[in-house]
């Protein structure tokens, strides 16, 4: 039988939808960046990332952080979840239907105190955005109000994830528990580097930073005086050798080929020159890239302080502290998510801007989603040599160069929409369940 008329219609009109799908994805990607730098769109990120970093919050404090954020949200027509894990928002743009994909803010401060002199120099005495999450939540609300404007052209839902506590707190964890995420395929979460060109992003497959976890312990002898030690047990020369022990962990136990890092960071005891004091604190970090590592060292961290602390006769109560600072997952991306995220962060930044990084020591939350989500995590250069040098993370003197906003908006917006429209055909079409809930 032959193709009849309309068969012929049909035809050409199915040919034509696929057909249009690969021109899409690459209209998509150079529009998203050109639309972040329209001044209507870059001046609106600016004032909002201004009005975070004037009041920052610490973790799962971020009150106010989470009004602008829902206030945003509000004002594009975007609906939201909230609260969620205290302070988070989730929101949703799209059709309401699967695929769903996460792309993930986080929205805490640090603890200490700005000393960059300027405009919009934080208002809360010993509280900073140091790390830059401040322009994480206004890169994501810029990756929102592009997706609004095309939530028609959008083949699923796009997940915006507005995380608190990421500085210790494992705020991914809560969100998680919170089950915001069900239904996700795959979440996408960046961070500003300092110390890497504007316009160029670096990343890797596989694993990309390492496992955390804190320690602290405290070391008690017997207080006296210091000029008859033999009526005293000395914490601090139990202390000191505890010390020097722990860093046998990693030079003689460790693997070398296996990165791990013991650091004691913090060192309390005694106030006066003639006094024995009855304890001392010690604490720190230490860090791995695979969990059986990482297990093993939390095991010897704990048998060398408790050991170590009794040849000096003294007694150690270690603590790990996981239930104020979970232990972090190392962060490991997924191998099919690098594959999507090289080509759609080369189609719109230029394939010779997207590099390949060493794994670091350093540790993310966003761990905790790649334990149940495939995920892919990237960070976005933002120096500009010729205009400044910028100072590392958690630097008093850290500076986010504002230009960065409209790239970190428009590779989250690109790599969710080109997400859903390469990950559509494979998922069954049935009604959402974050529709319902709304
Ligand atoms: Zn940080
Ligand atoms: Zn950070």
Known sequence: MGM??????????????FAATPIFSVSISTNFLDEAKKPEVFDWMVKIRRKIHEYPELLYEEFETSKVIRGELDKLGIPYRHPVAVTGVIGFIGTGNPPFV????????????ELVEWEHKSKVPGKVHACGHDAHVTMLLGAAKILKEHEKELQG????????????????????DAGALENVTAIFGLHVSPNDPI?????????????????????????????IPQHSIDPILAASNVIVSLQHLVSREADPLDPQVVTVAKFQGGGAFNVIPDSVTIGGTFRAFSKDSFKKLKQRIEEVIT????????????NFQNEMKPFYPPTVNSDDLHEHFRKVAGNLLGFNKVNEMRPMMGAEDFSFYQEVIPGYFFFLGMENVSHERLNSLHSPYFKVNEDVLPYGAALHATLAASYLQKYQQDVPMVKGKYHEEL
């Open 157 to 176: 839902t796009v997940v915006l994830v507005f995380q608190p506590a990421e500085e210790g707190g494992g705020g991914a964890k809560k969100i998680l």
């Open 307 to 318: 050991g170590q602390a009794a040849v000096h006769r003294c007694n150690a109560v270690v």
């Open 199 to 227: 316009g160029e992003v670096a990343s890797r497959s596989g694993p990309i930073m390492a496992g955390s976890g804190f320690f602290e312990a405290i070391i008690s002898g017997k207080g006296g005086h210091a000029a």
């Open 4 to 17: 009849g008329f309309f068969n012929l219609i049909h035809f050409l009109i199915l040919f034509h939808l």
């Open 102 to 113: 996460a792309i993930r803010a986080d929205m805490d401060a640090l603890p200490m105190q």
